[in-house]
DNA sequence: CGAAATTTGTTCGTATGTATC
DNA sequence: TGATACATACGAACAAATTTC
């Protein structure tokens, strides 16, 4: 699991933002739900926190995930 | 706010360092107490956190500024 | 009540690659 | 060629909120 591109084109942390994205959309991910935490996120592809980090921030960016400071991020349920 | 001159001469790393300075020989910025951290001149100046850290790095061999891993820089207070 | 674990928040430290002048 | 500057990424330390026991 979790294969990410490290050569080119688009950076590590919009590569595991689509995959969580996708997740969302799916529902496999359910509104309200946790995601993984950045510390499992930074397991689960191998890379820094900070990385997983940048991908809550886009995933918050696209209004897709929401954060509460020491519980974790949440996915966003519908308008 | 935070016009730097993209031109010609001085480097933009100088131009901020410059800007701290004032604000530190003015006393806006006061001794032992935290200056901008590298992320917020970055966004606050419009560049890269590098620049930012070099401008900071300049304040340090200009003696006016003490940088502390993880909490910050700081005003350096006078002998 | 308090201590520990988990989680997010923020900061500086460092490295690589690319682009521009 | 060298200095400047940007983007990405990892590492390390510290801080704060929350949950659990």
């Known amino acids: 699991m979790a294969d990410l591109d ?3 084109g688009t950076p ?13 959309e799916s529902g496999e ?3 309200d739900r946790p995601i993984p935490s950045e510390t499992r996120m930074a397991e689960e592809y191998g ?3 900070l990385t997983a980090r ?9 209004e897709l ?3 509460v ?4 991020s949440f996915v966003r349920p519908e308008e």
């Open 54 to 62: 940048r991908a809550v921030r886009e995933l918050v960016e696209r």
């Open 65 to 67: 995930v929401y954060v």
């Open 12 to 24: 590590l942390y919009r590569q595991i933002a689509d995959i969580i994205a996708a997740q969302i």
């Open 47 to 49: 890379v820094a926190r």
């Open 69 to 72: 400071r020491g519980k974790g």
């Open 29 to 31: 991910l359910q509104p």
């Open 6 to 8: 490290h050569e080119g």
